[in-house]
């Protein structure tokens, strides 16, 4: 089995800054696009920001300028750098996986970590 594990979430005053970490585990397994999410109470899960295995980037339009995704593929970790938060960011923030394991592809989601952002 595959298993992401994220950290680094809480509380911080707008204008702040974060860093979020998500580390994926297992046995012989194979990671393509790595991908951070986030969902606030009463809405839909969202995409912030996606990086794939050869480091192309995407981003939120809401976020671009101020978030940075970057990977460490030797130690199938992803990174999410949030600067200058706004209290719109608060949210919960699940870290997610295309992961190539046992014969096919698959999704994979961390257990999700809140970010809150006070104005």
């Known amino acids: 089995q595959v298993q992401l594990v994220e950290s680094g979430g809480g509380l911080v005053q707008a204008g702040g800054s974060l860093r979020l970490s998500c580390a994926a585990s297992?046995?012989?397994?194979?990671?393509?696009?790595m991908a951070w999410f986030r969902q606030a109470p009463g809405k839909q899960r969202d995409l912030v920001a996606s990086c794939t295995s050869g480091d192309i980037t995407h981003y939120a339009d809401s976020v671009k300028g101020r978030f940075t995704i970057s990977r460490d593929n030797a130690k199938n970790t992803v990174y999410l750098q949030m600067n200058s938060l706004k209290p719109e960011d608060t949210a919960v923030y699940y870290c997610?996986?295309?992961?190539?394991?046992?014969?096919?592809?698959?999704?994979?989601w961390g257990q999700g970590t809140q970010v809150t952002v006070s104005s």
């Open positions: 997610h996986a295309f992961v190539f394991f046992e014969g096919h592809y698959g999704n994979y």
């Open positions: 297992g046995n012989s397994f194979k990671i393509n696009t």
